[in-house]
Nanobody, 118 residues
C-alpha cells in the first residue's frame, strides 16, 4: 500500500521561504517519478515540479524560485520554495507515479496548506 505523507506547509510572508517534505512508503521509491502539485481555491490542480531520477521539470512561474530534490535513502522528496509570492498560496500535494508494464499508477498525499501573505 503506497502512502505519501507531506509536511512543512504553513504561513509565511511574501519573499520568505518554506521547505515541503513528502515521505513515501510502499513503493520502490528510487524508480518512481515524484512530483508536487498545487490547487488554489476555485482553480484546478496544477503541476509545480517533478523529478524522475535526476531529471527535473518546473512550471514556468516557479522556475528559479523552487527546487525539487529527493533523498532515495530516506524515501523522501522535497520542495524548497524561495521568494514566495501571494499567488503561490495553495494546498500542495505530493504525487508518486509508479510505472508498470502497461502504464502507470498515480498516488497522492493528503495535501499541506501553504499561505503567503502580502
Amino acid at each position: 500500500q503506497v502512502q505519501l505523507v507531506e509536511s512543512g506547509g504553513g504561513l509565511v510572508q511574501a519573499g520568505g521561504s518554506l521547505r515541503l517534505s513528502c515521505a513515501a512508503s510502499g513503493l520502490l521509491f528510487s524508480l518512481a517519478s515524484m512530483g508536487w502539485y498545487r490547487q488554489a481555491p476555485g482553480k484546478q490542480r496544477e503541476l509545480v515540479a517533478t523529478i524522475t531520477g535526476i531529471r527535473t521539470n518546473y512550471e514556468d512561474s516557479v522556475k528559479g524560485r523552487f527546487i525539487i530534490f529527493r533523498d532515495n535513502a530516506k524515501n523522501t522528496v522535497y520542495l524548497q520554495m524561495n521568494s514566495l509570492k501571494p499567488e503561490d498560496t495553495a494546498v500542495y500535494y505530493c504525487n508518486a507515479r509508479v510505472w508498470e508494464d502497461q502504464g502507470f499508477d498515480d498516488y497522492w498525499g493528503q495535501g499541506t496548506q501553504v499561505t503567503v501573505s502580502s
